[in-house]
């Protein structure tokens, strides 16, 4: 699934490529680290500091999905996070990114196809109505009949029943290990079935959850305001009176508001950010670590012809300094990886794939094959590492007698280009959550479960199968040899190329605000633990 992320500024990136040329140079230090306050959080509240203020967080773009708020139809991670403090998921995932209970507190798997999920019983939609089996029933229903894009997530469910007054049943109909992880996200929110079968709700414009906020106001790309939902369990213990998240673009303005206190907490995108607020008074900053990660989209069907040859494209893909993107880019503070996010358990080895050789003279002898190339490389504004990225990889295709023209957009218009039939470009960066479960992001290679990527990719029924085989294999040593088989295809076929982790850069301001953040997400959530921050 894709998902925006951040602008910044590609100039100090530039400039650094400029002095150092691309490959082997060393980058700055980051000026955020991933240092841990306690085993997996980067920050742990204080249950004793002051509580009861305003909070008020800065983000880089608002919700914007063809469904309005309908959470089903959330389709990048910010939306995943905003529509997050409404409703909740049946499953969460921790701090270790492991799956942990949700609004259901428990699940037995009588069988490697079957689970039973005992239900919260004090879960209450903000309106004052119990959650009922009946909305977890018709919520996973409406997701497996209305395809959206989570609905392939959700594996081969065959059934869906309600076996008691809190218990649920789903059946698949063969064993899909992701399942449980894929539950955690809000796309599977429980939904308020009752009030949207009546017609008293439309929840693509009004959200009503059973998660510890409400929505009390929005104006588009400018403003969210949510005040306690009074009926959930948190409530009495909340550290603030109302959340006020601000859109605001610009990364400057972001990291600004951080400095003169106007925000409590912000998401930064750049680690440029990072190192210009290192001596700000009262401001923290920390790298969140990641299973997202950029990738760079290699058009094999709306491309340069060329693009259609798979000689071509590995050529392209082998070209790429990984390691030179970590080290001028992130400072470092990464890590190259394969389609499975690096570090999720069974992932593969990024460095045991073809690509990783970077045999630039067999690169240089399909590129003059074919009489050379000259392509465009398509990035947006609002994102200002992926222009930073480009940099090295223009550097990288130059040495193979690639010219790559960069192009910088804004996300309408990249939009446009990159998921319109027909797509019209060459090369394009943007980047994948990662998730918590190595096999969920696979599914984007297969071109008939994704949508959106049979645009500029054709995929193969070999690779499709060995995803389906990743998927359905249970967790371990069997798995990783599945998964490997899935890198090492996507890896030579390259019509999405894997690059490097993205972390997240978050900044706070310690004298107001003392918040609860993991060291590792998968889902976009920088505000997964908001229930125990404490504002003063």
């Not at 306690?38 to 204080?46: N, R």
């Not at 060329?306 to 590995?314: H, Y």
């Amino acid at each position: 699934m894709r998902t925006r992320t951040l602008a910044g500024g590609a100039v100090a990136a530039i400039a650094l490529l400029a002095l150092t040329g691309c490959t082997g140079a060393s980058g700055p230090a980051p000026a955020a680290t991933s240092e841990e306050v306690s085993p997996g959080f980067l920050a742990v509240a204080d249950a004793s500091a002051p509580a009861g203020g305003e909070l008020v967080v800065q983000v880089d773009y608002d919700t914007a999905e063809a469904g309005g708020l309908d959470p089903q139809s959330a389709a990048t991670a910010r939306s995943w996070m905003l529509e997050g403090l409404v409703y909740e998921t049946l499953t969460t995932i921790d701090e270790n990114l492991a799956v942990a209970p949700g609004l259901a507190t428990s699940w037995e798997t009588p069988s490697d196809t079957e689970y039973v999920f005992t239900l919260a019983d004090d879960a209450v939609f903000s309106n004052g109505r119990a959650m009922t089996a009946a909305d977890v029933v018709g919520s996973l229903q409406r997701l497996r009949d209305t395809p959206v894009t989570w609905t392939g997530q959700l594996g081969p469910i065959s059934s869906i029943e309600a076996t008691g007054d809190r218990e649920v049943t789903v059946t698949l109909s063969e064993p899909y290990t992701p399942f449980l992880a894929a539950l955690a996200n809000t796309p599977a929110a429980i939904l308020p079935i009752a009030e949207m079968e009546a017609g008293t709700v439309d929840i693509a414009t009004e959200m009503l959850g059973t998660g510890p906020l409400v929505a009390s106001a929005h104006r588009q790309d400018e403003q969210w305001t949510f005040v306690p939902n009074e009926h959930h369990p948190d409530a009495a213990t909340l550290g603030f009176s109302t959340l006020t998240v601000d859109i605001v673009g610009d990364e400057a303005t972001r990291a600004a508001a951080l400095r003169d206190g106007s925000a409590d907490l912000a998401v930064l995108n750049s680690t440029d950010s990072a190192s210009l607020l290192a001596g700000a008074a009262d401001v923290r900053v920390a790298t969140q670590r990641n299973t997202d990660f950029h990738y760079l989209m290699i058009n094999s069907i709306g491309g340069d012809p060329a693009l259609a040859d798979e000689k071509v494209r590995f050529a392209v893909n082998e070209a790429i300094d990984r390691e030179a993107i970590n080290a001028l880019v992130f400072g470092g503070s990464t890590a190259v990886t394969g389609v499975t996010p690096a570090g999720l358990p069974d992932a593969c080895d990024p460095s045991g794939l073809a690509s990783s050789m970077r045999d630039v003279a067999a690169a240089k002898s399909a590129i003059d094959a074919v009489g050379g190339l000259d392509l465009n490389l398509l990035v947006y504004t609002d994102e200002p590492v992926l222009a930073q990225i480009a940099q090295v990889i223009q550097q990288n295709l130059a040495e193979i007698g690639v010219k790559v023209s960069i192009e910088q957009v804004d996300y309408a218009t990249y939009s446009g280009k990159v998921y319109a039939d027909p797509s019209d470009f060459d090369l394009a960066l943007s980047w994948f959550a990662g998730y918590a479960d190595p096999a969920m992001v696979t599914t984007w290679w297969n071109p008939s479960l994704a949508g959106f990527s049979s645009v500029y990719m054709t995929g193969s029924p070999e690779l499709n199968a060995a995803i389906a085989a990743g998927a359905s294999t249970p967790a371990g040593s069997d798995r990783a040899a599945a998964l490997a088989e899935v890198c090492d295809l996507a890896d030579q076929q390259s019509e999405m190329v894997p690059l490097v982790l993205r972390p997240s850069t978050i900044g706070w301001n310690t004298a107001e605000l003392s918040p609860t953040l993991a060291a590792d997400e998968g889902y976009g959530n920088v505000l997964r633990h908001i229930t125990e921050f404490r504002v003063g």
